[in-house]
């Protein structure tokens, strides 16, 4: 007996049980098989003593993940000189203790942080298809489609206490310092999410502050409008997060999606930018979580970043 089309029931059986087989390899193995990432950036100034800087971004907490927070918890053993967050903490409107809880051992050292939309609001379940059809159109975020409209509204106030209380700066669109022991001065110039266009550039205009010894552009989401201003105005390192490195790839072939403007060639990790005759280098991660109503990874494990900061050639 065959199927419908003439396609042998053995073979729609296969087909079948192969498809479960790498759902559930992507929501249950992968999703789950945190990774640091390491990447050596040289963009300090000659002399200086190489810097340490932990990236985390798109946590997208839900209740119950033990694992991912005992993971988050043990990046302290990093020791890094500060933490850069890039934003999208939540994806549960009672995720904060469990992000406090998870980001604890962390906000014993310096850092900034940004916020992404998921901070501001929960997520909503979506057809993964619409990203394909929003790459193909050309609409990303709010960049080009109707305001959200029906959210859940997150607890980001109490996010942004803690991360206030504990020393880190946060960098909504404004511009922020830490002082490192041995008295290194880092200059950072963030934005709010581009995705959701809460970014206001004209804010922090103005380029790298010259009596800082690095300064350093932060943004959640690494809209191609973000990465020319600051390149532009000539900061050496940019910060970002939002993209999920592509979340589900294409084995040998890389990630179909950003879910910005960004090009799929920089979906995640080191690459550089131009813009007005500057090149800046840009860092995006990957991100160490999903959207609760897509817990799924495939080729694209889940990360955090170490970032060695040396000196120029």
């Not at 005992?70 to 009672?94: H, K």
């Amino acid at each position: 007996m065959r199927a419908r089309y003439g396609i042998p029931l053995k073979t729609t059986a296969a087909i079948t049980a192969i498809g479960a087989a790498g759902i559930a390899y992507a929501a249950g193995i992968e999703a789950r098989s945190f990774r640091l990432r390491r990447v050596t950036v040289p963009v300090l100034p000659r002399g200086a003593r190489p810097l340490r800087v932990l990236q985390v971004s798109d946590i997208h907490m839900v209740g119950g993940q033990r694992k991912k927070r005992a993971w988050l918890q043990s990046l302290a053993g990093l020791r890094p000189d500060f933490v850069v967050n890039t934003g999208d903490n939540l994806s549960d409107t009672e995720g904060v203790p469990e992000v406090l809880d998870a980001l604890g051992p962390l906000m014993e050292f310096p850092g900034v942080y940004v916020f992404g939309s998921n901070d501001y609001y929960g997520p909503r379940l979506r057809n993964p298809a619409r990203y394909l059809l929003e790459k193909v159109q050309g609409k990303h975020g709010l960049n080009g489609n109707p305001p959200a409209v029906g959210v859940v509204h997150n607890p980001w106030e109490e996010l942004r206490d803690a991360f206030d209380t504990a020393g880190w700066v946060g960098l909504s669109n404004t511009r922020g310092r830490l002082k490192l022991e041995g008295g290194f001065e880092l200059a950072f110039t963030g934005l709010d999410d581009p995705h959701i266009k809460r970014d206001r550039y004209e804010k922090v205009a103005g380029g790298p502050e010259k009596d800082a010894d690095l300064s350093i552009a932060v943004v959640h989401a690494p809209y191609l409008r973000s990465l020319d201003a600051f390149t532009a105005d000539g900061y050496p390192l940019i910060l970002a997060g939002h993209t999920h490195g592509g979340q589900l790839c294409v084995p040998f072939y890389g990630a179909l999606v950003t879910n910005c403007d960004l090009d799929t060639d920089r979906v995640k990790g080191l690459s550089t930018h131009e813009s007005a005759g500057n090149r800046a280098y840009l860092h995006v991660s990957a991100g160490c979580g999903t959207n609760r109503y897509t817990p799924v990874r495939f080729a694209c494990p889940p990360e955090a970043t170490l970032l060695t900061l040396t000196p120029r050639a």
